[in-house]
């Protein structure tokens, strides 16, 4: 008798999936893998409001958390200082696709986005040298950009006033594991 290759369903995929974020034995929950289209920096923060941290901000309400938080009409301003940064720690090492960033009018004309995994040494992976505020989506794409930290660095801004950013939204997440490949999902049945 000749060997069948079958493939997992569908319904067999979503299963799996279902049972990796169902509570553990324990009844502690499992922690689910980031979906690509998620803002890894809103999850970060809303499990962490520590996770956000910046050279400094122009006010209280005006603090980090703003610009990580999901709500388009709070923001982080930075003092009135050329070299000001803005991070967040995302918890884990994950893979970074992409950054959005959404400036307020007071925006970076210079300014670097990095990436570290121990928030000490950064690697730089988007570099603006000419920006004009708005709405800007560095994409990481050839590169392989992983890391726990993410940082904005200011180098010259476009304004008088400091950087201000409405949103500083971070997508990516873990690589597929090597199971879930459609070639590892094969069966093979005598």
Do not use: C
Not at 71 to 88: I, P, Q, Y
Not at 155 to 184: C, D, H, M, Q, V
């Amino acid at each position: 008798m000749r060997p069948r290759l079958l493939f997992a369903s569908a319904a067999a995929v979503v299963a799996a999936l279902t049972a990796a974020t169902a509570p553990s034995a324990t009844g502690a929950p499992r922690a689910a893998a980031a979906a690509w289209d998620s803002d890894l920096a809103a999850a970060a923060l809303s499990a962490n409001p520590a996770a956000a941290t910046a050279s400094g901000s122009q006010s209280p309400e005006l603090g980090p958390g703003a610009a990580f938080d999901g709500n388009g009409a709070t923001r982080w301003s930075s003092n009135a200082a050329d070299n000001a940064w803005l991070r967040v720690d995302l918890g884990e090492t994950l893979r970074i696709d992409r950054v959005t960033l959404d400036w307020e009018a007071a925006y970076g004309k210079k300014y670097v986005l990095e990436v570290s995994g121990d928030g000490t040494n950064w690697r730089p992976f988007y570099t603006e040298d000419a920006g004009t505020g708005g709405t800007v989506t560095a994409h990481t794409y050839p590169q392989e950009v992983r890391g726990r930290y993410v940082r904005l660095r200011g180098i010259e801004r476009g304004t008088p006033y400091g950087y201000s950013l409405f949103s500083f939204k971070i997508y990516g997440g873990t690589p597929a594991p090597a199971s879930t490949t459609r070639a590892n999902l094969a069966l093979h049945h005598p």
